[in-house]
């Protein structure tokens, strides 16, 4: 265990933990927008900057990708300095993205009233591409977890400078999508959206469209084909039913009731088993 300050307040922890997830478990709030806690750290948004101290130099880090491992440093988390390095990364962000509803909240937390600089005017053809989603801020979360978790890269970073952004390969339907939609569930402003339709499902801004897979029993729709398939080879070792992952929740309850019994979790004599 490592013994540091954080804002005069004495913390241990284990080396290596990253600074900004020691500090929100110790009830400290640092603000941030590209931390999650299922990613590595890749410090994108820069709000999540702290003043350390090592003896007699202070330096200022992203707390998301500082690991603690040194015993005995100092960290305060809202300096009038770092506010300043705040409200001018928040100004920047109203700038890009001034119709978010997350970003006018710590805007507003942050004590920005008012957006002094112009907004975002992109003057590029948008011909072939399908950036014209102003809600983006490039935290890189939904590439990341389609890499990270999920093991696939069906986004990425496209394109450099003003213009960067995150896009399908060609912009086109990405066929290495298996329709997680988990690009959309780690999103901090909403800027992938899942949509419903007959059949299937339509993720944007990434134009794909993934049909569902219907329930073999009862035809309800079970989830996405793409996902079906590759759960398939990652199920294999669950000894599951071949064709489970063609079943809705219900069918796999009354498939499990037919083969072992309706009441099999009760024992002889009464007896039921909690474990």
């Keep these: 265990m490592i013994s540091i300050t954080i804002n005069g307040r004495e913390i241990q922890t284990e080396k290596d933990t990253p600074l900004l997830q020691l500090a929100r478990s110790k009830g400290i709030g640092i603000p941030s927008l590209c931390f999650h806690q299922a990613l590595l750290p890749y410090g994108a948004c820069r709000l999540c900057v702290v003043e350390v101290t090592r003896g007699a130099r202070t330096t200022i880090v992203n707390s998301c990708a500082y690991p603690v491992r040194e ?5 305060e988390t809202n300096t009038p300095q770092l506010r300043k390095i705040r409200k001018i990364i928040m100004e920047l962000l109203l700038a890009r993205c001034p119709e978010v509803e997350i970003i006018q909240k710590m805007a507003a937390g942050l ?52 213009e960067r952004e995150v896009a399908t390969p060609f912009y086109a339907h990405s066929g290495d999508c298996v329709g997680c939609t988990a690009c959309a569930f780690v999103c901090p ?7 419903d339709r007959r059949g299937g499902i339509f993720i944007s801004p990434w134009n794909t469209e993934i049909s569902y897979t219907a329930c073999v029993m009862c035809g309800v729709p079970v989830g996405p084909e793409a996902a079906g398939r590759y759960l398939k080879d990652k199920l294999s070792t669950l000894n599951l039913p071949a064709d489970w992952l063609q079943l809705c929740p219900g069918c796999r309850r009354k498939e499990i009731a037919g083969k072992e019994g309706k009441y099999s979790f009760i024992k002889h004599k009464g007896e039921v088993d909690y474990g």
């Design 71 to 75: 015993e005995g440093i100092s960290v």
């Design 189 to 195: 402003t909403g800027a992938v959206k899942v949509e």
């Design 111 to 162: 004590g920005v009233k008012e957006r002094r600089l112009p907004g975002k005017t992109d003057t590029a053809s948008n011909t072939g591409r399908n950036n014209g989603n102003e809600n983006c801020i490039l935290c890189g979360l939904c590439v990341r977890v389609c890499r990270e978790v999920i093991g696939k890269e069906a986004i990425s970073f496209a394109r450099r400078g003003a």
